[in-house]
């Protein structure tokens, strides 16, 4: 009998990362996992670390765990443990202490290498192919892109991870999404992903581990694949994976936690194994053209509700489903927009750049490219805060700091800040703001702020010109202006 994922033993990436690490069918239909990494933050890590402490458990094994302070810290430059969220200092003090405790590496507010959790995990090497990582955290997903089984996790469950070193899982069903063909000048990976979940909605991957594969996959490079990645989880997938390749082993060489020497041998004879075996069946397959995607934004309160720059926004009776148009009639009330506007008639107020989606030293630089001689419109407020504090260093190395700052973007330090709301930093109500960030739900960036994801081209160039436009549109009006 054949089963999924399986003809004659070809095996999918996700079942052979699955069957690696399982160590026992349990009788309730769930696999008992092994768990190679965990990695904390302060909103949820000190919780997690009380609780157990509190129930009479140890970590397991401290080595195998880490922390860093990205959720609730300021980004503001000087920032100490004070943070604009009720009772954020404590959160902070509380981490540093049980961290401490149970001897956790911790990634402190001033350590160097500070930052967003699923920046600085693949960027020191704590994350590897074929590893098991898990984070009280949904956009955990986000590192499945080098080869990584990687999904997010409750609090409680971090508990019975640190303690135990495994966790009780159901196995998802496998899914592979082929995307194929050239991008478009100015189209990213934000792009791309954000067109899977218009095409097929918030829910496509309910139920699914995702592969992404296709020559457009192969073809990005490994920060991109992290975008991608990421935002499987607002397709509403358990997580996605992309077999790692030799950009995935030149991203780790050197890297600090990366092997050295014969084991650096060994892990990557070992990661060249990580792929779909030819004759793999997967249980739903999605393919996708590239070449026909454009610059991207969304209109609306959830990730399936986007147009390219050049469209209008659509009428709620052209959905099919009840659910789906009674979701746009909520979504223009909230965003105040009638269906038919032209998406490129809508002004901003603020542009954000930054979140674990598109916050590394390639969006920045995509950014940056757009914004070097040009000024933000008056009356647009323009923020920009690197993932990690390596990657803010490596800005600063490059000038992109002196770009954004002197066309009227505040230049921050490291960390989540302005991608969720927890009583902290915001634009302000009804405040209108093009993010790069991955969720535009209500209230998302503050209450009754309205939010709208692109990518950080898109951002940068909508700041500039107040209102959404891609920097290729930007480009071709400036030079009909002169």
Not at 73 to 96: E, K, Y
Not at 353 to 371: E, F, P, Y
Not at 374 to 381: C, D, F, K, N, T
Request: proline fraction near 4%.
């Amino acid at each position: 009998m054949t089963t999924p994922g399986a003809i004659s033993g070809a095996t999918t990436l996700f079942d052979k990362l699955w069957s690696e690490h399982a160590v026992c069918e349990l009788d309730n239909g769930e696999t008992l996992l092994y768990l190679d990494r965990v990695f904390l933050h302060e909103r949820t890590g000190s919780i997690a670390l009380q609780s157990l402490h509190a129930a009479g458990y140890g970590v397991r094994d401290a080595r195998k765990v880490f922390c860093t302070m990205d959720h609730i810290v300021d980004t503001f430059p000087g920032r100490g443990d004070a943070t604009l969220m009720p009772s954020g200092t404590d959160f902070i003090t509380a981490t540093r202490n049980e961290t401490r405790a149970a001897n956790i590496r911790l990634f402190d507010v001033d350590d160097p290498n500070q930052g967003i959790v699923h920046v600085i995990s693949p960027e020191q090497g704590l994350v590897l192919p074929g590893l098991t990582l898990v984070c009280p955290d949904s956009h955990t997903c986000t590192q499945g892109a080098i080869g990584a089984l990687a999904w997010g996790i409750g609090s409680s469950e971090a508990e019975h991870a640190m303690a135990t070193g495994t966790l009780r899982v159901r196995k998802p069903k496998n899914m592979r999404v082929v995307i194929d063909g050239a991008l478009q000048p100015g189209v990213t990976a934000k792009d791309l992903v954000l067109n899977l979940i218009a095409r097929f909605g918030a829910n496509g991957g309910a139920g699914y581990a995702v592969e992404f594969a296709g020559s457009t996959v192969r073809d990005l490079e490994v920060e991109a694949r992290f975008t991608l990645c990421n935002m499987a989880v607002e397709f509403s997938a358990f997580t996605a994976v992309i077999a790692p390749d030799e950009k995935v082993e030149a991203y780790f060489q050197g890297r600090d936690f990366a092997p050295k020497g014969e084991h650096w041998r060994d892990a990557v004879e070992h990661w060249r194994s990580l792929r779909s075996d030819e004759a793999a069946r997967f249980d739903r397959e999605l393919h996708v053209d590239a070449s026909t995607i454009q610059p991207a934004v969304t209109w609306g309160t959830s990730p399936e509700q986007v147009v390219s720059i050049g469209e209008s926004i659509p009428y709620p009776d052209t959905f099919a489903e009840d659910h789906r148009r009674e979701s746009a009639q909520r979504a223009l009330a909230y965003q105040d927009l009638a269906p038919g506007k032209y998406i490129a008639d809508i002004s901003v107020d603020a542009a954000f750049i930054g979140s674990c989606t598109n916050s590394r030293l390639s969006d920045l630089q995509a950014a940056a490219a757009v914004v070097k001689g040009r000024s933000i419109a008056p009356g647009v407020r323009g923020v920009v805060v690197p993932g990690s504090r390596r990657v803010k260093k490596a800005a600063e190395q490059e000038g992109l700091d002196q770009i954004f700052t002197d066309a009227g973007f505040e230049w921050r330090d490291s960390g989540c800040s302005m991608c969720f709301y927890a009583g902290g930093e915001t634009f302000g109500a009804h405040q209108r703001v093009i993010s790069t960030t991955n969720r535009n739900f209500e209230g998302r960036q503050g209450p009754n702020t309205r939010t709208h994801l692109a990518s950080p081209a898109t951002v940068a160039a909508s700041a500039i010109a107040g209102s959404f436009i891609s920097a290729e549109m930007l480009a071709e009006s400036e030079s009909l202006a002169s």
